[in-house]
């Protein structure tokens, strides 16, 4: 597939971002460890996120693939391998697919993850029953997240889930404090996109948000 040179662009300022400039804020906001207030919310909202995508998979997954695209520290990739699916979980990365393959390493569906670095788009990964996206095209602009979408919906079988930053007065507030992270580790910004829009674009047959404090995050199921 064609991509633009916006998404590639993008691509590389955001694989900086998560794999020098914010590695370690990410590492310890996925990690039990205890994080301050603001931290604590927006991972509160996240663990309501990835419940949210998990709840609309099947509880038996054996026999049943599935991509963590820009999988992060791998919690979701652990939670599907733990239903029995067979899971690729990449990421731009290196940095972060290498803490998540030592996170899961201890568990034994940690087998049936394949981790790799690179881009979630890459065809060579080929097809799965489904696709989760969550809260990886969130800095990508609507033409470019859209793109990533209908790539995915491409290679998916079943469903796409995904998550995207709905354009809300809380969200904009948000992006206006900046207070998430301190200023050097300040994340590409959030590109907010329009629901309606999406909903134009695609099919769409769930659809949830999650608001909680400075983290706002709508996951949406598309059907393959
Ligand atoms: C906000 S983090 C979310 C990580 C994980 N999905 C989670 O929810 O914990 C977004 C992730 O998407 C990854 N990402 C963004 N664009 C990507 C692409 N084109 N291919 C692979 N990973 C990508 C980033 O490197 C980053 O780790």
């Known amino acids: 597939m064609m991509v633009a040179m916006t998404y590639e662009a993008r691509r590389a300022e ?7 400039t914010a590695v370690k804020a990410w590492a310890a906001l996925t990690s039990a460890a205890p994080v301050s207030g603001i931290r604590a919310k927006v991972r509160a909202g996240r663990d309501e996120m990835r419940a949210t995508l998990l709840s609309w998979l099947p509880a038996d997954m ?4 599935l991509l963590d695209a820009g999988c992060g520290t791998g919690a979701l990739a652990l939670a599907a391998a733990a239903r029995g699916a067979q899971v ?13 393959a030592e996170r899961a390493a201890a568990d034994p569906a940690a087998a049936r993850i394949d981790f790799r670095a690179g881009d979630m788009l890459d065809p060579a990964l080929g097809h799965f029953d489904f696709i989760v996206c969550m809260d990886s095209i969130i800095h990508y602009a609507p033409a470019d997240a859209q793109a990533v979408l209908t790539g995915l919906r491409a290679r ?21 404090m900046g207070k998430l992270f301190p200023k050097k580790d300040r994340s590409p910004a959030i590109v907010p996109q329009s629901e309606a829009a999406l909903r134009a674009a695609f099919p769409i047959a769930r659809s949830h948000r999650v608001s909680a404090s400075v983290y706002t995050s709508q996951a949406m199921e598309m059907p393959a």
């Open 88 to 100: 690729t979980a990449i990421d731009l990365s290196p940095q972060l697919v290498a803490l998540a």
């Open 62 to 65: 054996t026999g049943l693939s």
């Open 156 to 176: 998916a079988r079943r469903a796409v889930l995904f998550t995207f930053a709905p354009r809300t007065k809380l969200l904009m507030t948000a992006l206006t």
């Open 14 to 20: 955001i694989e900086t971002y998560f794999d020098r």
